[in-house]
C-alpha cells in the first residue's frame, strides 16, 4: 500500500464510528451542560486554586519587598523570571500554529484540538506577561512601557527589542483573544439554543444574536480566515522577538542569527508538548476518545519529532559556529555549557530536546498514550532547561573570571514559578467547565456528510 | 400579531444548497440559508457577491502599519530627539517591527469588528427566533427562511413554493407568543 493512500484511509477514521451532527453536537456541549460536575474537576479545581493562592502571596510579597527576594545577582541580572517568560510564551505558540497555520494548509484534523490549544495559548500569554509586569520592580510604574504624553516628556526608546517585545507580546494576546472569540460565537449559539433560564442569557449575550445564516458565514468565515493569515506571520514574529531581547545584546552565547528560528522551533515544539499533556488528560476525565483521537495525538507527535530535530540541529549549529568563528569567548560559553558548573542543566537540554523525540520515529511510541503522556511532560522540562541553559548559563560566566558568579534561585523564585500554574489551570479548567472544549461547528466540517456532494454520483 | 416571514426545514446540506439555487433562480432577494457550520459553494448557490470585508481590513492594517512608523518617528525625531548609545533619531530599520504588530493588531480589529458589522451583530432580536424549531439550525437543522419585506413575497405563495423546492416543516414567523 502506498504512502498517499494510507494517509488518505487515515484522514477518514479521524471522527471513528456512526457519528453525525446530533451526536457531535451531543457529545460536546454535553461537557459544559453537566447538571454534576465530575469529582476529578473539583479536585484538579482544588489544587489549581492552592497553587493561585502562593502565586497571589508570593506576588504580593514581591510587590511589597522588591526583587531583592529573587535569586538573581551581578552578572545573573536574569533569572528565573525571564526563563519562565520565554517558556509560557513559547508554550501559548503551538495553540496558534495549531489554529492558524493549520487552517491555512486546510489540515482538518486541527479541528479536533484547535480550541483546546487556542485556550491554552490565552492562558499561557496571561502567564508569560505576569513576569515582564513584575520584574520591573516598581511595579506601579509599568504603564512607562506605554508610549503615553507624561509630565516627564519622556518616551520608551522605540529602538530597543525590550519595547519590540512589548508591543509583539501585548498584540500577540489581543490577536489571540479575538481568535478564540471569533471561533467561540456559533459554538456559543448552540450552548444558547440548547440552556434554559440564566444561562441562555449569559451564553447568548456572548453568542451576539448568532443565527447561522450563509449571509453571515460569508462574512465570518472571511474574518476567520484572515485572522489565520495574519497570526501566521504574527507568532513567527513574537518568538523572533523574544530571541531579539538577547540577540541584539553583545554577551558570548546570545549575539547570535540563529536565535530567531531557533526560538520559533522550541516553542511550536514545547508548545505542542503541552497540548498533548491537556488533551490526554482532558480526553480521559471527558471520555472523548472518539473525538480527540489517537489519530490526532500521533499526528502531534509528528510535528515534536520536526520541531524537536530543527531545536537539535540548532543546538549543534551553535556549538559548530562558536568554534569556526575562532572567538574564544563564543568558543568558551558553549564549552561552559556542557562541562561547567551547569552541565546537568545542558544534559537535561540535550536529552528532554533531542533524544526523547526521536522515539516518535516509530508508529508504536506515536500511539503509545502513557509514553506520549510521559514525553509531552519530558518536552516541558527540557524546554524550561533550554532557557535556564540561555540566561543562566550564559550570564554567570561572561567575559572577565573576576566577574563570575554563581546563581541559585530562591524559594520566591520557585514559589512564582509554581503560582503561574495555579493561575493556568485555574483558567484552563472554568474553560472546560462552562465552554466547548472542541469547536462543534469545526468539528462537523470532518463529517462526510458536511460535503454538498456527499453521496453526489460519480459519472 | 405581525408576521415577520416564513421558514422552512430542509434534510442536509447538499438539499440547502439546491434550495438556495431555486429559491435564488425564482427571484427572491431577502432570504438565508441557515446551517449548523459554514457550507462550501453556498454563496454561489445563493447569489451572493464576494464579502467587502478584505477591504475594510486592508484599510485598517495600511492605517495601523502607518500609525506604527509616524509614532515613532514622531517621538524620535520630533518630540524628544534622544541620543541612545549613538543611534540615529531617525533610525527606521529599528521601526520595522513595532510597525509590523500594529498592522497586525489593526488588521485584527479590523476582521472582527468589520465581521460584526456587515454581519449586523450584536442583533438579538431577529424573527427568526420566533420559531422554536428554528433553534436546532446550531446543531443540526439545515433552514431557509424568506423574509416578508422581500419584493416578492406572498404567503400562501411562498409557503406553495418551498413545499415544491422539498421544504418540510414549513412554519410563519410571528410574534404571537
Not at chain 1, 488518505?8 to 451526536?23: C, H, M, V, W
Not at chain 1, 512607562?144 to 519595547?163: C, E, T
Not at chain 1, 449575550?205 to 495574519?230: D, P, S, T
Not at chain 2, 500609525?67 to 543611534?87: A, R
Request: proline share 5%.
Amino acid at each position: 500500500m502506498s504512502i498517499k493512500s494510507k494517509a488518505l484511509i487515515r484522514a477518514e477514521k479521524l471522527l471513528p464510528g456512526n457519528q453525525d451532527f446530533t451526536s457531535i453536537t451531543e457529545d460536546i456541549a454535553g461537557v459544559p451542560e453537566q447538571k454534576k460536575t465530575p469529582i476529578q474537576w473539583w479536585l484538579l479545581f482544588g489544587f489549581s486554586l492552592s497553587l493561585l493562592s502562593i502565586f497571589v502571596g508570593s506576588v504580593g510579597f514581591l510587590i511589597w519587598e522588591g526583587t531583592g527576594i529573587w535569586g538573581i545577582n551581578n552578572p545573573v541580572f536574569w533569572g528565573w523570571a525571564i526563563i519562565n517568560f520565554v517558556w509560557w510564551v513559547g508554550i501559548g505558540h503551538a495553540g496558534t500554529l495549531i489554529s492558524a497555520i493549520l487552517h491555512l494548509f486546510r489540515q482538518n484534523w486541527r479541528n479536533a484540538i484547535n480550541r483546546f490549544a487556542e485556550t491554552m495559548t490565552l492562558f499561557a500569554v496571561i502567564c508569560a506577561l505576569v513576569f515582564p509586569g513584575i520584574h520591573v520592580g516598581r511595579i506601579w510604574v509599568a504603564y512607562w512601557f506605554l508610549p503615553l504624553p507624561n509630565q516627564m516628556g519622556m518616551w520608551p526608546n522605540m529602538r530597543s527589542p525590550l519595547i519590540w517585545d512589548f508591543f509583539a507580546v501585548f498584540t500577540y494576546f489581543t490577536v489571540s483573544l479575538l481568535f478564540w472569540y471569533t471561533g467561540l460565537i456559533p459554538d456559543l449559539a448552540t450552548l444558547r439554543d440548547r440552556a434554559k433560564g440564566l444561562k441562555k442569557k449569559v451564553y447568548g449575550f456572548f453568542a451576539l444574536g448568532w443565527r447561522g445564516g450563509n449571509r453571515q458565514w460569508q462574512h465570518y468565515e472571511l474574518a476567520y480566515l484572515v485572522l489565520a493569515g495574519i497570526s501566521t506571520p504574527l507568532v513567527l514574529s513574537v518568538h523572533s522577538v523574544v530571541s531579539s531581547d538577547f540577540a541584539t545584546s553583545v554577551i558570548p552565547g546570545w549575539h547570535t542569527t540563529i536565535f530567531p528560528p531557533y526560538f520559533v522551533a522550541g516553542a511550536i515544539y514545547s508548545g505542542f508538548g503541552m497540548v498533548m499533556t491537556l488533551s490526554i488528560i482532558a480526553r480521559k476525565v471527558y471520555n472523548l476518545g472518539h473525538i480527540i483521537t489517537v489519530e490526532h495525538l500521533d499526528k502531534m507527535a509528528q510535528i515534536m519529532l520536526l520541531t524537536g530535530c530543527m531545536v537539535g540541529y540548532a543546538y549543534s549549529m551553535e556549538f559548530f559556529v562558536a568554534w569556526y568563528s575562532g572567538n574564544p569567548y563564543e568558543s568558551f560559553a558553549f564549552v561552559n555549557r556542557a562541562l561547567g558548573p551547569y552541565w546537568w542543566g545542558y544534559w537535561a537540554m540535550i536529552f528532554c530536546n533531542v533524544v526523547v523525540p526521536q522515539f516518535f520515529w516509530f508508529e508504536k511510541y506515536r500511539r503509545h498514550i502513557p509514553f506520549l503522556f510521559i514525553t509531552s511532560i519530558l518536552v516541558n522540562i527540557g524546554m524550561w532547561f533550554e532557557r535556564f541553559v540561555i540566561v543562566v548559563i550564559t550570564l554567570h560566566r561572561d567575559f572577565m573570571p573576576g566577574a563570575w558568579a554563581m546563581y541559585n534561585p530562591t524559594m520566591w523564585d520557585v514559589a512564582i514559578y509554581l503560582g503561574t500554574f495555579g493561575l493556568f489551570f485555574t483558567g484552563f479548567l472554568l474553560f472546560l467547565r462552562f465552554l466547548p472544549m472542541v469547536s462543534i461547528a469545526e468539528a462537523k466540517l470532518v463529517l462526510p456528510e458536511s460535503d454538498p456532494h456527499h453521496g453526489d454520483s460519480h459519472e | 400579531m405581525s408576521k415577520y416571514g416564513v421558514i422552512a426545514k430542509f434534510d442536509n446540506p447538499q438539499s440547502l444548497v439546491h434550495a438556495a439555487e431555486k429559491v435564488s433562480d425564482e427571484g427572491f432577494t431577502k432570504f438565508d440559508c441557515h446551517s449548523p457550520f459554514p457550507i462550501h459553494g453556498m454563496d454561489d448557490a445563493m447569489g451572493l457577491k464576494r464579502s467587502k470585508l478584505g477591504y475594510v481590513i486592508g484599510v485598517m492594517g495600511l492605517t495601523g502599519a502607518l500609525f506604527g512608523f509616524g509614532l515613532q518617528t514622531w517621538i524620535h525625531s520630533i518630540e524628544y530627539p534622544m541620543n541612545i548609545s549613538g543611534k540615529p533619531y531617525f533610525a527606521y530599520p529599528a521601526y520595522a517591527i513595532i510597525t509590523f504588530e500594529l498592522m497586525v493588531l489593526f488588521s485584527a480589529f479590523g476582521a472582527v469588528f468589520g465581521m460584526m458589522f456587515f454581519n449586523r451583530i450584536p442583533r438579538f432580536h431577529h424573527p427568526v427566533f420566533y420559531s422554536e424549531k428554528f433553534s436546532d439550525v446550531s446543531s443540526d437543522a439545515f433552514y431557509v427562511s424568506i423574509e416578508i419585506d422581500d419584493p416578492k413575497y406572498d404567503e400562501s405563495g411562498v409557503i406553495d413554493f418551498l413545499k415544491n423546492i422539498g421544504g418540510t416543516e414549513i412554519e410563519v414567523l410571528t410574534d404571537e407568543n
